[in-house]
Structures are given as structure tokens and as C-alpha cells.
């Protein structure tokens, strides 16, 4: 299992950002797939995840008007558009795969396999 997630950088405050996922090493339509993200000094925090079919995503309510997780099946891929950055957004975002047959994912215990992270900073 192989998750390379990108898109990571420098944005302003209010702009935004397509992060994405390239899953590789496994059938990608069987699991779901989610992002955390975690900030320097604090515990990585669950940010959005998709069902397997990608009809379904979970989200704290703090995140569901700015962040839109998506995911497409037939480039064995998974994205996160996040809009109105803040400089609270920096963090380093890691895409996961979940373990089988969990039908909502949304615990780090949840997911079974983890990407490298890529760096989000946003300038104020």
C-alpha cells in the first residue's frame, strides 16, 4: 500500500488549496480514504473522509463549510479542496486509507495505512 499525497505549500489567508492523493498497492474502491492533519506540537487531527463509493463524506461541523473532500476512483485518487484558509490551517495533511469494512471512518484507529504528509502553510 503506497499513499503519496501533494499539493501542499504557501497560501495566503482566504485562499485555497487542492491537496491530493495518489493511492496505489490495493483495489481503492473497496476502502474509504480520509485526511488528518496535524500542527506543529499537537495531535493529529481527524479532517474529512469519503466512503468508498465517494457518495458519503464525514465531517466535523468546524470543517464542513471549508474543506470538501472528493475522490475518484477510476485514477485511484482522493482530494481535498480547502477554501477561506487560515493561518490556524498550517499543519502537515496526511491522506489514510481506512481499514476494511469500517463503513464510517473518522478515528486515526479507524484507518489502517497512512501517506508521508505534505506541508500546508498559511500566511496571515
Known amino acids: 500500500v503506497q499513499l503519496q499525497a501533494s499539493g501542499g505549500g504557501l497560501a495566503q489567508a482566504g485562499g485555497s488549496l487542492r491537496l491530493s492523493c495518489a493511492a496505489s498497492g490495493f483495489t481503492f474502491s473497496n476502502y474509504g480514504m480520509g485526511w488528518f492533519r496535524q500542527a506543529p506540537g499537537k495531535e493529529r487531527k481527524f479532517v474529512v473522509s469519503?466512503?468508498?463509493?465517494?457518495?458519503?463524506?464525514y465531517a466535523p461541523d468546524s470543517e464542513k463549510d471549508r474543506f470538501t473532500i472528493s475522490r475518484d476512483n477510476a485514477k485511484n485518487a482522493v482530494y481535498l479542496r480547502m477554501n477561506s484558509l487560515k493561518p490556524e490551517d498550517t499543519a502537515v495533511y496526511y491522506c489514510?486509507?481506512?481499514?476494511?469494512?469500517?463503513?464510517?471512518?473518522?478515528?486515526?484507529?479507524?484507518?489502517?495505512?497512512w501517506g508521508q504528509g505534505t506541508l500546508v502553510t498559511v500566511s496571515s
Open positions: 469519503i466512503s468508498r463509493s465517494g457518495d458519503i463524506s
Open positions: 489514510a486509507r481506512s481499514k476494511a469494512n469500517v463503513r464510517r471512518a473518522t478515528l486515526p484507529f479507524d484507518f489502517g495505512y
